[in-house]
């Protein structure tokens, strides 16, 4: 089964194995130790995640680190980019919203 980005990260366990390996990479061990699943769960993860392009491996020695492969979240971004003139709109509304009703509460 091909898995796409946005199946990737609609699993809150897969973002916050993003959010880690955004910071540094890590082993699977690592990774492991910042939740409380199985090291087979963990793998599972980090197996749907390297699918899908997200985070790649790099063996150093005996040891395999897994990256964030960044340039492949553009892909979210790109996708969130069409709401974001939307969602500036209604904050400026608000704003506005929130103005009036300072003035006229003086």
């Known amino acids: 089964m091909r898995r796409d980005v946005f199946q990737a990260i609609a699993d809150p366990t897969r973002r916050a194995i ?29 197996q749907i995640l390297t699918e899908c ?12 680190y897994y990256h964030l492969e960044a340039s492949k979240m553009k ?9 974001r003139s939307i969602w500036e709109g209604r904050f400026q509304e608000l704003d506005n919203v929130l103005s009036t009703l300072k003035q006229n509460k003086r």
């Open 75 to 83: 892909e979210v971004d790109q996708w969130l980019e069409q709401f």
């Open 53 to 64: 392009q997200l985070v790649k491996q790099e063996q150093q020695g005996r040891e395999v």
């Open 18 to 46: 993003i959010g880690l390996i955004a910071v540094q990479a890590m082993t699977p061990n690592a990774i492991a130790a910042h939740f409380n699943s199985s090291r087979q769960a963990v793998s599972k993860h980090l």
